[in-house]
């Protein structure tokens, strides 16, 4: 069945590790919400199949005004499983927990990324720790029985104490599922500029430079992740996910597996098996082009290798591994002849029809990914 990714690229600040698109300016929060709207309109025939999930994302959904709210819920269909919101901890007040039960909301998806407010306030995160605990408390109070939070591991200076002190802290407020996630430096981010030009950070009253853990330090945060979420009782079913039985992002599984979804909004992508493609990344763009009842989008048609190419690299992120028998012929031979090293190596392994990347090979994934991809 197919999703919807709904893409809400208002934030009230901008974090320095974010690189995906987003604006500060809240004056088109209402252009943009009737475009989305509208949008919906002239693609549902898209959906073919009943909605399965919807996913609101960004950005920062929860920057969005009540009536905003309800008119994308108005407007769009319900799925029949799984809607997702993320939210900011710090936007969590009663009123808006309160908001939510009143709407077909059964997930939320909110960015903890960490426990130490001192980290907070380098990521330029406008929350605090105590902020987390209280949003999931509103969220539980109003019915809300799905709760994921977002981690972040990586840090400049941060020790293994202190990640294991984060995991606590998560692991304590006793949620569904839990993302955690590296921090990385990407180009045209503030961490980047920072990084580039050899910024200084304030740690304990001193200035010092920037400094990213080894290799080897975030090898053993990963696997300190993984071990620990496991032991209590969290099913590590895709590279970056932990999840209590039963509670997988149903949404965010359909991209790992190879199932049609559509993406409504600036920047938001589709596909649906064929082709990709992706909308405009600029509000105004993306406005005065729907409002003229033009789809404001370029696509790629997909060929026979660069569809198994994504096979790979969206399969072989999960637990279950990639389906050989959903193979050609040509691809599968290809596959297994490439992989036969990895399996020797133990970085991969086999069972039944499935390949998949064993404990060693989650951390070096991107390696051996592309190393069974066609070129």
Known sequence: M??????????????????????TGMEQRQCY???????????????????????IGGGTPSQLTDSQLRQLFDRLPHANSETTIEVNPDDVTQEFA???????????????QTFDDQRLRFL???HTSAQVAEAVRLLRDAGIRNISIDLMYGFPGETLSDWEH??????????EHISAYCLMIEEGTALFNQMRNEELEMRNGEMRKLTMPSEELERRMYYMLKDKLEAAGYEHYEIS????PGFRS???????HDIPYIGLGAAAHSYDRHCRSWNVSNIRTYCERIGRGELPSEQEVLDDDTHYNDLVATAL????????????DRHRHFCLREAQPYLSDGLLRQQDSHIMLTREGLFVSDMVMSALMMV
């Open 2 to 23: 197919a999703g919807i990714y709904i893409h809400i690229p208002f934030c009230k600040s901008r974090c320095i590790y974010c690189a995906f698109y987003s604006t």
């Open 33 to 55: 919400v009737d475009a989305v709207c509208k949008e919906w309109s002239m693609r549902q025939h898209e959906a073919g199949d009943p909605i399965d999930t919807i996913y």
């Open 98 to 112: 309160t908001l939510l039960s009143t709407l077909p909301v059964n997930r939320v998806s909110m960015g903890a």
């Open 124 to 126: 330029h995160r406008r």
């Open 166 to 175: 984060d995991m606590d802290a998560a692991l304590a407020l006793s949620v």
């Open 241 to 244: 996910n932990f999840a209590r």
């Open 250 to 256: 149903r949404h965010n599984s359909s991209y790992w």
């Open 317 to 328: 992120r999960t637990s279950d591994g990639l389906d050989l028998t959903t193979l050609s």
